[in-house]
């Protein structure tokens, strides 16, 4: 059973920074990736990164964040710096492997004003 544990979300004041943590029990990840869900709003993408190190971000997040793995480790990193009010969300960890998608159980971060 594959397994993803996310851990670094919290309460942070507007433009403070987190830091997230994604561990995976396995490797092989073709893509690696956060995703957040708001109150009443649909799940979506924040970043995600390849095996190779591409990346790609949510318009709304780049320049603020930045995604990173570590493949050796099998984890996954969101570093969020100058957060803002609309980012609060419950992030979730994502990973694709072998055409199968795996999520986290989700970790909430909440920005206030």
């Known amino acids: 059973q594959v397994q993803l544990v996310e851990s670094g979300g919290g309460l942070v004041q507007a433009g403070g920074s987190l830091r997230l943590s994604c561990a995976a029990s396995a490797s092989g990840f073709s893509t690696m990736g956060w995703y957040r869900q708001a109150p009443g709003k649909q799940r979506e993408l924040v970043a995600r990164i390849t095996s190779g190190g591409t990346t790609n971000y949510a318009d709304s997040v780049k320049g603020r964040f930045t995604i990173s793995r570590d493949n050796a480790e099998n984890t996954v990193y969101l570093q969020m710096n100058n957060l803002k009010p609309e980012d609060t969300a419950v992030y979730y960890c994502?990973?694709?492997?072998?055409?199968?998608?795996?999520w986290g159980q989700g970790t909430q971060v909440t920005v206030s004003s």
């Open positions: 994502n990973g694709l492997k072998l055409w199968i998608n795996y």
